[in-house]
């Protein structure tokens, strides 16, 4: 069974034949790339990608040789940072995937990077549906 990723809005979506475990990386480029407290990324091989709306993506050179893609009409990020000039394989963003999906994260890197505020979730409490805390939260 193929694995898509769409964006939020539904403009962009990529299709893989395959992919590769889920890497969580903390750095601070990733984070603000992907809009949480790490990016989750994967690996396919870039002829067995399928995309609809390419046209949509802005393309983001966030290093000198490494450009990063999202959706211009709703920001959702939809790959990692690839090669200007690329190789066989592509690195897709996790975020975007929709379920299911036949991978797990596998590793976590840049973990010096880890934002303060993030120290894991154990402590705090977990709701299945919406935090009733949302209605009182104040600065
Ligand atoms: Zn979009
Ligand atoms: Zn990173």
Do not use: Y
Request: hydrophobic share 40%.
């Amino acid at each position: 069974m193929p694995v898509t990723g769409t964006c939020l809005c539904g403009a962009v979506r990529f299709r893989v034949k395959r992919m590769s475990g889920i890497v969580e990386c903390h750095c601070s480029m990733c984070r603000k790339a992907a809009g949480g407290h790490a990016g989750f990324f994967f690996v396919a091989m870039r002829d067995e990608v399928t995309w609809d709306g390419a046209e949509h993506l802005t393309v983001h050179r966030s290093s000198p040789g490494l450009e990063r893609s999202f959706c211009s009409r709703c920001g959702t990020a939809m790959t990692g940072a690839n090669l200007v000039t690329p190789d066989d394989t592509i690195i897709l963003a996790a975020n975007a995937l929709d379920e299911p999906v036949p991978a797990r994260v596998i590793a976590s890197e840049h973990t010096a990077s880890k934002a303060s505020w993030f120290d894991g979730h154990d402590a705090a409490p977990a709701c299945e549906g919406p935090w009733p805390g949302w209605r009182d939260l104040k600065p």
